[in-house]
T-cell receptor, first 111, second 115 residues
């Protein structure tokens, strides 16, 4: 059974810092891996999607990497801003298009 | 991008009543929709897969007689929480992939509070 783990569970950084969020999964037979952002009490916003054949994806200040063989992904956020404060969720998609989510990393960027 | 809506956004009900939550894909058709549940400070857990024109498939541990799912059209799936109890209080989110696509679009969620 696929399990997704995210470390750290919570992170507090001063504005301007670069930071890395980690995600690991137990079964490397994934279709893709996605990173989402969730604001308190809100739905999910898709940030980046990495296909199983890809190594990384970039969007603005965000860069996500995927090492399928080792079951790891990282989300790199450059020059963090207070508006980046949210919960970041990692999810892997299996062959039946089901998403299995990690428990998330709660990020606080202090002004 | 594609839009998925949910209604209601928030509902409070008494224990023992039933609550219906709607999930609509506004600008695309979806033969499949997914229902997730999220307890406070926890991640999303897949409850069931809603299939247009056929029975939903439920994840292990999810009672199909308690969480009734109907996918009557290519743009609408409903989740009915029957005989709701306080422990059913949660954030319910649906998602839908456009037909043939792997990207899922998420609804804004429905917060259910059972008193």
């Amino acid at each position: 059974k696929q399990e997704v783990t995210q470390i750290p569970a919570a992170l507090s950084v001063p504005e301007g810092e670069n930071l890395v969020l980690n995600c690991s999964f137990t079964d490397s037979a994934i279709y893709n891996l996605q990173w989402f952002r969730q604001d308190p009490g809100k739905g999910l916003t898709s940030l980046l999607l990495i296909q199983s054949s890809q190594r990384e994806q970039t969007s603005g200040r965000l860069n996500a990497s995927l090492d399928k063989s080792s079951g790891r992904s990282t989300l790199y956020i450059a020059a963090s801003q207070p508006g980046d404060s949210a919960t970041y969720l990692c999810a892997v998609m299996d062959s039946s298009y089901k998403l299995i989510f990690g428990s998330g990393t709660r990020l606080l960027v202090r002004p | 991008g594609a839009v998925v809506s949910q209604h209601p956004s928030r509902v409070i009900c008494k224990s023992g009543t039933s609550v219906k939550i709607e999930c609509r894909s506004l600008d695309f058709q979806a033969t499949t929709m997914f229902w997730y549940r999220q307890f406070p400070k926890q991640s999303l857990m897949l409850m069931a897969t809603s299939n247009e024109g056929s029975k939903a498939t439920y994840e292990q541990g999810v009672e199909k007689d308690k969480f009734l799912i109907n996918h009557a059209s290519l743009t609408l799936s409903t989740l009915t929480v029957t005989s709701a109890h306080p422990e059913d209080s949660s954030f319910y989110i649906c998602s839908a992939p456009p037909a043939g696509g792997e990207t899922q679009y998420f609804g804004p969620g429905t917060r259910l509070l059972v008193l």
